[in-house]
């Protein structure tokens, strides 16, 4: 007889419930084994989550330190552009080129007072004694300076907006100036062209009816070496009266 019709003398049979008691012992043993390794990785990831938290903490906490130092000394009087605190009246347009997950306070009300809360936003103020105390502060973290009546007339018809039901709308219709303005005699671009140009009597009211300039980055970005002249300087005590025309340009 061959071996594969050789008959086993007593053979054991294991029954379909321990069998299938095994089966799920297995299973379950596998998902325990599996829960503990995504248990372990999970631990290691947040043991250096942890780490790198405390290590953005310490570095937040210095950086914002270094700015209530720089904002103290200005205050005091300590620092090279305190003497610039008194203004002297002229028109100037300001962007903001910079940004940090970490800002002192007193800079992010700064910011708040001119409407530059984004990147690459940008303004037109009046150089007087409140708005340099403002500019002071936030130096490191925006460029300004005289804007040329093209500069002016270019960002107004190109980039001009308002708030109209509470949502930003691009002043493509006189009628939206007119409805807003009209009791000023403003009806429409060409008017806030002049008003802004000249920082008549009622800029104020053009300024608050314009939203802050939504600006792009510069063409071939902030790293260009044209632009080395207008975003850096060697200290933060420097004077950020850039030419303006030369960026609002690139962004624009």
Known sequence: MSDSHRTIANPVYVSETLLKKRKRNDKIAAEKAKERAE???KQKLAQRTQFKRADEFVRAFRTKEKQKRRISSIEAGKNKASKRKQGDGRLLFVARIKTDKAIHPDIVRALKNLRLLKMNSGVFVVCNETTMQ???????FVTYGSPSLKTIRDLIMKRGSTLVSGKRTPLSNNAIIEEA????DIICLEDLVHEVSTVGENFASVTSFLEPFEL????????QKKLKEVIERSSEEES??????????TMN
């Not at 303005?181 to 000023?184: S, V």
Request: proline fraction near 6%; hydrophobic fraction near 35%; avoid cysteine.
């Open 134 to 140: 403002d500019l002071l502060r936030v130096e490191p």
């Open 181 to 184: 303005l009209g009791k000023l």
């Open 240 to 249: 950020a009266d850039d030419d303006i025309n030369k960026l609002v340009e």
């Open 39 to 41: 248990t372990k990785k």
């Open 216 to 223: 792009h980055d510069p063409v071939k970005g902030w790293r």
